[in-house]
């Protein structure tokens, strides 16, 4: 007799298993959205992660490619010039390139370095947005379980005394 319509015109009360049905699938529907926006998220913070990265990754790989070539060229020459133009031995000279190379290559890598740590915030938007959704489900549960446990005034009020 629950869910027939009352004649006092009375709205109609949805009976507890429904309600729990109902809270349920909204609830879930609710998670599915959640869960697509933050793949949405996700997926635009690492493109945007990825432009601002662009620079300190380049940096870095020149500064490795420029540690594994090592300028020859211009290294020898270096070397070749100290030679000539100081009392230093040919062995000193190169010795003087290989590490004016290795300097350079630390400046460089340590720049590339430096840039790519002053971004902490990589995928902040995201991991705030899984926060706040981590923190709306917990709540939503809690509130489902109330929901569940509470008894209804249908059952109450149908069961007899023992």
């Given at each position: 007799?629950?869910?027939?319509?009352?004649?006092?015109?009375?709205?109609?009360?949805?009976?507890?298993?429904?309600?729990?049905?109902?809270?349920?699938?909204?609830?879930?529907?609710?998670?599915?959205?959640?869960?697509?926006?933050?793949?949405?998220?996700?997926?635009?913070?690492?493109?945007?992660?990825?432009?601002?990265?662009?620079?300190?990754?380049?940096?870095?790989?020149?500064?490795?490619?420029?540690?594994?070539?090592?300028?020859?060229?211009?290294?020898?020459?270096?070397a070749?010039?100290?030679?000539?133009?100081?009392?230093?031995?040919?062995?000193?000279?190169?010795?003087?390139?290989?590490l004016?190379?290795?300097?350079?290559?630390?400046?460089?890598?340590?720049?590339?370095?430096?840039?790519?740590?002053?971004?902490?915030?990589?995928?902040?938007?995201?991991?705030?947005?899984?926060?706040?959704?981590?923190?709306?489900?917990?709540?939503?549960?809690?509130?489902?379980?109330?929901?569940?446990?509470?008894?209804?005034e249908?059952?109450?009020?149908?069961?007899?005394?023992?």
């Amino acid at each position: 007799m629950v869910d027939q319509a009352q004649v006092n015109g009375a709205a109609k009360v949805e009976a507890a298993p429904r309600a729990v049905a109902r809270s349920t699938g909204e609830l879930l529907q609710d998670l599915v959205t959640l869960a697509e926006l933050q793949a949405r998220l996700l997926i635009l913070d690492i493109r945007d992660g990825a432009q601002r990265l662009l620079w300190p990754v380049g940096l870095l790989l020149v500064g490795m490619a420029v540690a594994m070539a090592c300028l020859p060229v211009a290294f020898f020459t270096l070397a070749l010039a100290l030679v000539e133009t100081t009392k230093l031995t040919l062995a000193q000279a190169f010795g003087v390139s290989l590490l004016s190379g290795m300097v350079l290559t630390t400046l460089i890598a340590g720049l590339g370095w430096a840039l790519s740590r002053q971004r902490p915030d990589l995928l902040e938007r995201s991991r705030a947005e899984w926060q706040q959704n981590v923190k709306w489900t917990k709540h939503a549960l809690r509130r489902l379980g109330k929901i569940t446990s509470r008894p209804t005034e249908e059952n109450s009020s149908t069961r007899s005394p023992r």
